[in-house]
């Protein structure tokens, strides 16, 4: 199973990383088990026919139909005690802001509000697909935790019914004043990728393609035919740019755990967020351009990818490269995890890693000795890595 370590990674060593929103300023600790208790969540749900070695394989309506099975036979959003209603006194335990008890993450702003609900005054909710273009209150698609969010007043009137999008006349969330103190603009996201990730969660639980629809099925969750000005999102490739230019925050994630805890599923673009690309990539007006890769094992196995990128894993848990090199795009790649994000292509997307990536020999079933591409030479004792001449090396984070 693929796992998301990358997010982690820059938590325990202390740095602020690209995208990870106000949540990443939370104390440390209260940052591991958070991400630990998102991990154990997302493996435990992801089984069977539905593992990621099965899902990453496949694209099209073929990935939208297993996807779409899932989601049905996870939610429990049509049984009694789930309703427009019941979202009030949920979203403390699902939007919790983890840098103070008892408040939670506003939508759009970010802003950190009191969690009980007052009538409305603080906070209402907001339907990040409008009621008005088919997720009505009264049915399931309409009390959604997944996609119903918390909103400060102010900011949900601003928007109204209006479709995301980036050209005049769309809902544009960059366009909204972050509202927390534990904010950076400068190395955090912004809720576009948000937006787009919850617009994909309604039409693959809601939708229909390729004659694949589950019992939660409404028509009016047509992604495709909701597209433009009087529907939900401007365009696919505007979509898919939002979702690869703001990846997913912790934010995301701890809510993700939420709203499973909530209503049984989740969403599948905040865990794996390559399967958007692997689902719409040959949508009519997806531009494509070619890859090729020379020493990697590439999961998905790209053979098309998008202007705006990808978002892949090099190599096999036990075997991951050292360094990869990424023409044709801006690249950036974690060793530990394997993730490859890639973005702005500008042609064809050539991928290489050095092979073999390393020799290694290990005593008594521990790595003892490890020469990697460079030819340096690592030996390790109880654990620790020094270099050739006995020096100490530094931690790798």
């Known amino acids: 199973m693929k796992k998301t370590l990358f997010f982690l990674l820059a938590l325990i060593a202390g740095t602020t990383a690209h995208a990870i929103d106000m949540q990443a300023h939370m104390g440390l600790k209260a940052a591991q088990e958070s991400y630990t208790n998102y991990v154990s969540k997302q493996n435990a749900y992801y089984t069977g026919d539905y593992q990621y070695d099965s899902l990453c394989i496949k694209s099209g309506d073929a990935l939208f139909g297993v996807l779409n099975a899932l989601m049905g036979a996870t939610s429990r959003i049509n049984q009694s005690g789930f309703s427009y209603n019941s979202l009030r006194g949920a979203y403390v335990n699902v939007d919790k802001d983890l840098n103070i008890s008892g408040n939670i993450i506003g939508y759009y702003d970010g802003s950190s ?43 949900n009137s601003d928007r109204g019914n209006t479709a995301y999008g980036e050209s005049s006349g769309y809902y544009d969330p960059n366009d909204v004043s972050i509202n927390n103190s534990y904010y950076n603009p400068a190395n955090m996201g912004s809720y576009r990728g948000d937006c787009a990730r919850v617009i994909l969660y309604d039409y693959v639980v809601y939708g229909s393609a390729g004659g694949h629809q589950n019992t939660l099925y409404n028509g009016n969750a047509q992604l495709l035919a909701k597209l433009g000005a009087n529907g939900v999102f401007e365009s696919i490739p505007v979509l898919l740019k939002w979702h690869m230019n703001d990846p997913v925050s912790l934010t995301e ?67 991951r490269p050292e360094e990869v090199t990424v023409t044709g795009a801006t690249a950036s790649y974690d060793s530990i995890s394997g993730r490859l994000i890639v973005t702005n292509v500008t042609g064809a997307v050539s991928i290489v890693a050095p092979s073999p990536t390393a020799l290694e020999l290990t005593r008594d079933g521990q790595q003892a000795i490890k020469v990697i591409q460079n030819g340096q030479i690592v030996i390790y004792k109880n654990g620790k890595a020094f270099s050739m001449f006995g020096q100490p090396l530094p931690d790798r984070h």
């Open 253 to 319: 994630m701890v809510r993700n755990d939420g709203a499973q805890n909530y209503q049984g599923n989740r969403n599948p673009f905040i865990d794996f967020p390559e399967l958007a690309i692997q689902m719409l990539k040959d949508v009519n007006g997806v531009q494509t351009y070619s890859v090729s890769t020379t020493g990697t094992n590439l999961w998905p196995n790209y053979t098309l990818t998008l202007s705006d990128g990808f978002v892949g894993y090099v190599g096999t848990p036990n075997d």
């Open 113 to 155: 509000m009191n969690g009980t609900w007052d009538g409305g005054k603080t906070y209402n909710r907001e339907h990040t697909w409008p009621q008005s273009k088919g997720a009505d209150k009264s049915i399931a698609m309409g009390h959604d935790m997944q996609s119903v969010r918390p909103a400060s007043v102010a900011v």
